[in-house]
């Protein structure tokens, strides 16, 4: 916090001295972001607006802010606003300096909106603003790759998240990923890769749960009831009041036609949902995003 104080205290000072830089103005304002002050951070970057009306960085930082506070109408309102300034060609002359960054610029941007469409369950609008960032940038990111295979996932298009998360890896190897393209090889009911993506889940992270559960229930659709269990008994390892875990490895003892085993974990199953209704009953659980 304390670099975030120091330049709001120089850029106040330099405002002081020349109260309509807007650069300053903006420049204050993600200080202020980043503080999480927003109301600071949207008032500036207001301002840097009403003083620069031609920058659409400022409405790129203003619609992130407003992002920040849950209000997502505006902010598409100004991430639209700063794609259709950036992909103008008749801007302003700060902004034709900023031309050789236009394309990169416009990436940023698309890609913003996009996860903002994202988290308002826009998700074929989504799809649409990371395949242009995707198209624009010099050097897509994984995470362009890994939000746009999450909108996939979400309508169900199983196969083309997979693509994404592909695209995503070679990018750069990570437990997040691993875990999704998992669990949508199990969604398409591909449990073979759907256990290969766990195991180098748990070689990177030997504790993780939602690789353990979902391997055991690959494992269960596959019809090795053993491993599976041996895969829910280390969930309860790790969580011992898991329901989930508790439900399907009892699925797994019925299935062998170990019945006291399968009665006492849906017992305990019973016991610790105490009416939840959890999901993850026989599925695979998304890990969190």
Not at 130 to 153: C, G, W
Not at 276 to 287: I, L, P, Q, T
């Amino acid at each position: 916090m304390g670099d975030f104080d120091s330049s709001i205290r120089d850029y106040t000072q330099a405002l002081r001295i020349q109260p309509d830089n807007a650069n300053a103005l903006h420049n204050r304002g993600s200080a202020y972001d980043k503080k999480g002050q927003f109301s600071q951070a949207l008032a500036d970057f207001s301002q840097s607006i009403t003083l620069d009306p031609s920058n659409p960085s400022s409405y790129n930082s203003r619609a992130l802010t407003h992002d920040h506070v849950g209000d997502y109408t505006r902010a598409l309102e100004d991430f639209t606003k700063a794609i259709e300034m950036a992909s103008s060609q008749d801007s302003k002359e700060g902004e034709r300096e900023r031309d050789g960054d236009r394309e990169s610029g416009l990436a940023v941007y698309y890609a913003n909106r996009g996860f903002v469409y994202r988290e308002v369950a826009r998700y074929k609008l989504s799809i649409a603003d990371y395949t242009t960032a995707i198209e624009l940038s010099p050097q897509p990111s994984a995470l362009h790759y890994n939000y746009r295979a999450y909108s996939y996932r979400r309508l169900g298009m199983y196969d083309m998240a997979i693509k994404d998360y592909d695209m995503s890896l070679s990018l750069s190897r990570s437990v997040r990923t691993l875990n999704n393209r998992g669990y949508s090889y199990a969604k398409s009911n591909n449990y073979a890769a759907a256990i290969r993506d766990y195991t180098s889940v748990l070689e990177l992270d030997p504790s993780n749960i939602h690789a353990y559960h979902n391997r055991g229930i690959s494992y269960d659709k596959q019809g090795h009831h053993y491993k599976a269990i041996q895969d829910f008994t280390c969930v309860l390892r790790l969580d011992p009041g898991n329901t989930n875990a508790y439900f399907n490895r009892g699925s797994a003892y019925d299935a062998l036609g170990d019945f006291d085993h399968a009665i006492h974990d849906y017992s305990m199953a019973l016991l610790y949902d105490s009416g939840k209704g959890e999901k993850g009953k026989g599925e695979a659980v998304e890990a969190p995003q």
